[in-house]
């Protein structure tokens, strides 16, 4: 009998000191294990009661399990506080110019940049500008030329005249040959102005005319 008092007064001591939580949260993992580990204690065998280290181990598991949980809340609240402060600093982005992978510009008048990148030496490189009809507006020819990132600064004069092209988007394109004569695959880079910016679950998008809209990520370079 003395076994039993003695289970019994255990068992009603952890119920007392984990009921009460497990009551006011009926839906948690934790709620749900303290209920399976008072239901085990009461149903035990009177003879051969649970161990204390082994009613210790079964809390630090839920205990380990909670920790994690609250370690994941930490986690989501640290990656949402991330993603409204890549918002804020995205909409400081509204009225600059950037630019991302493509090979259209968007020229307003004053100048764009035609930008590639180059992944070997080139012995010829040929920068093309051309209106939506294909008709060349603009061409440059550069001799020898290293690999890297190469700029071609355009100001809108239109080729064989002093006038300058209207403003608008506008398609370049870029021809590179080795000293044996092979193409090399050049990386072109649009050049677009930001008109707005979008802010949603899949993250912040930033919107423009030439180069549509584009994942923040993906921009290259702020103009």
């Not at 984990?18 to 003879?47: C, I």
């Not at 609250?70 to 600059?96: C, E, F, H, P």
């Not at 394109?173 to 707005?196: C, F, M, P, Q």
């Not at 998008?205 to 549509?212: H, Q, R």
């Amino acid at each position: 009998m003395a076994t039993t008092t003695a289970v019994s007064s255990s068992a009603n001591s952890v119920l007392a000191k984990f009921a009460a939580p497990a009551e006011a949260k009926s839906e948690g993992a934790q709620d749900r294990f303290l209920k399976l580990l008072v239901t085990q204690m009461q149903n035990q065998d009177p003879l051969n009661p649970m161990e204390n280290a082994e009613v210790t181990s079964q809390i630090a598991q839920i205990n380990t399990v909670t920790g994690i949980d609250k370690l994941n809340t930490s986690v989501t609240s640290m990656s949402d506080r991330l993603a409204n402060a890549q918002s804020i600093q995205a909409t400081s982005m509204i009225g600059r110019h950037v630019l991302a992978a493509g090979n259209q510009v968007e020229f307003d008048g004053a100048g764009a940049p035609l930008t590639f990148d180059l992944p070997e030496r080139a012995a010829s490189v040929n920068v093309t500008v051309v209106d939506e009809k294909g008709a060349t507006l603009f061409s440059e020819d550069m001799r020898a030329t290293d690999s890297g990132r190469q700029v071609v600064a355009w100001d809108g004069t239109l080729k064989g005249s002093t006038e300058k092209a209207a403003a608008g988007v506008y398609t370049f394109r870029v021809e590179a040959l080795d000293a044996k004569g092979t193409r090399i695959n050049t990386t072109t880079y649009g050049y677009a102005r930001v008109g707005s910016v979008t802010l949603d679950n899949g993250g912040v998008t930033v919107n423009t005319k030439a180069l549509g809209a584009l994942a923040v990520d993906s921009v290259d370079a702020i103009i």
